[in-house]
Structures are given as C-alpha cells and as structure tokens.
C-alpha cells in the first residue's frame, strides 16, 4: 500500500544535491560541520592524521598547489596549513559559461592541534604529487631512573 522512498528514480536526490550546490553558489556555503569530529563539507584540504612511537604524520591532499606557496606554521601545538589553489574557471566577462562547480578554489587555511610531545625542532615538510607530508617528531619520554641513596 506504500510505496517506498527508495523507489524515487535516482535523479530524484541528485536534484536536491544540485539544488544545494547551487543555493551554497548564491549564499555562500554554512559552513556547518555533520558533527563533532568533522568539518564542514568542502573544506579543503582535507587531512589525515596519524602517528607512530617516533613521530606524528600529517597528510594534507591538496592538488594542483604550488609548494613554494604553501605557508605550514607549528607555534604552540598547533600546526597551520595555508595556501590558496587557483581557480581553473574563465575570466568574468568571457563567453564561456560554467555548468558545474565541484572543484575548490581560493585560500585556504587548515589549523590542526597536536599533542604535547611533539618537538617543534624534529618538522619536515614534503609536497608531491598532490599530497602534502609533514613529519613532526616526538620528544623521548622520560625514563625512570634509579637514585642511589648514600
């Protein structure tokens, strides 16, 4: 007797996609992460974060950036990613007219806090094709070590 709503042909939903790509075009994106963990949607670039005993690893995937432009900053646990990738679409006022816009363009500025064992003297920064490693190492933890009384 009801019909469900996954039997909506598929471009169905896809019109409510292109709908809000074309209201975030016009107002501007929210902004709003889903939740706690995330962030916004489109927010570029979008980074993976892991570590081993050694060091913490940052990789940011940001294609189509010039390294030479790209500012990486670590100043009180906190590691800053800034930059900005070009935009690929015409000029304003050429006859050209855009259909889609899925790609990212502007600046960009990502802020990451780490923990407090990493040694700001131990960072590198590699860039290569498209992804963007930073290598931070960590502080030797402290070792218990045995006073002998006299």
């Known amino acids: 007797m009801y019909e469900s709503l996954l039997n909506f042909p598929g471009a169905f939903f896809g019109e409510f996609d292109r709908l809000r790509r074309e209201l975030d075009d016009v107002f501007g994106a929210t902004s709003v992460p889903t939740s706690i ?3 916004a949607p489109g927010t570029f670039p979008s980074i993976n974060v892991g570590n081993t005993p050694d060091s913490l690893d940052v990789y940011a995937f940001a294609p189509g950036l010039d390294a030479s432009k790209i500012d990486v900053q670590l100043d009180r646990g906190v590691l800053t990613i800034r930059g900005e990738r070009p935009s690929a679409l015409p000029e304003t006022g050429s006859q050209a007219s855009v259909y889609s816009r899925e790609r990212a363009s502007g600046s960009f500025h990502r802020a990451i806090s780490l ?12 860039y290569r094709d498209g992804v963007l490693h930073i290598r931070i190492g960590r502080r030797a933890a402290p070792q218990p070590q045995r006073i002998t009384v006299q």
Not at 115 to 121: I, Q
């Open 37 to 39: 963990r995330s962030v």
């Open 115 to 126: 923990p407090d064992d990493v040694d700001a003297g131990k960072i590198d920064a590699s």
